[in-house]
């Protein structure tokens, strides 16, 4: 399937980006596999890690930082109008830190995805879900994506997975399991979304 043909996808990201360089990574290994394509790929941080493999791979990347417009609305306007330019079909955030308004949620309803380190309702609206559950003692935790809404945290659910917590777990350790599990269920959620799409297209 030519690229021109599949589902396109845009990622946002605020953090180091390791979930984005093992997403492409994966699709860098899969091509003829995958209905979907990795058209856009946004971050914020100086120490973003997927810059090179992203290139690599014929990806639009772009530094796009919140702190260089005047509030969020003028932000996500930015935002708007690069994915719209590129006609992408659903957005994914990455460890985003921020949420999405109204004008971007109308923009793309029902398009954009999430990915939330805790099972749904457990650790919600909080950055440190990982830190929660290790201080909280809980025995299993997990990892949410879901379509998302005007709160933070909320919306529909797509996939769940459960990451059990031993007596020794740190948050180093802890984390290894989430990024190894949170690699996954991305690319899980990313196809169920391509193929209900596509499913759809082609009635």
Request: charged share 25%; glycine share 4%.
């Amino acid at each position: 399937m030519k690229n021109s043909d599949k589902v396109k996808w845009a990622l946002l990201c605020s953090g180091k980006g390791n979930n984005v360089y093992d997403i492409i990574n994966y699709y860098q290994k899969n091509p003829h596999q995958n209905s979907f394509y990795i058209s856009l790929i946004i971050y914020e941080s100086s120490d973003f890690s997927a810059i090179e493999i992203a290139k690599s791979n014929h990806i639009d990347v772009l530094q796009i930082s919140r702190n260089t417009f005047k509030d969020s609305i003028k932000h996500q306007k930015k935002l708007i109008h690069e994915i719209l330019s590129r006609r992408i079909d659903f957005i994914f955030l990455l460890n985003y830190k921020y949420l999405i308004k109204q004008e971007m949620l109308s923009t793309f309803p029902n398009r954009i995805i999430n990915i939330h380190p805790s099972l749904f309702p457990s650790f919600l609206g909080t950055k440190t879900a990982i830190q929660d559950a290790l201080a909280y003692g809980v025995k299993i935790t997990g990892i949410t994506t879901h379509i998302i809404n005007h709160e933070y945290d909320k919306g529909i659910i797509l996939n769940q997975v459960a990451i059990k917590i031993n007596d020794n777990d740190n948050f180093e350790l802890l984390y290894t399991k989430f990024r190894k599990k949170g690699f996954k269920i991305i690319v899980k959620t990313i196809i169920k979304i391509t193929d209900e799409f596509q499913a759809i297209k082609n009635k």
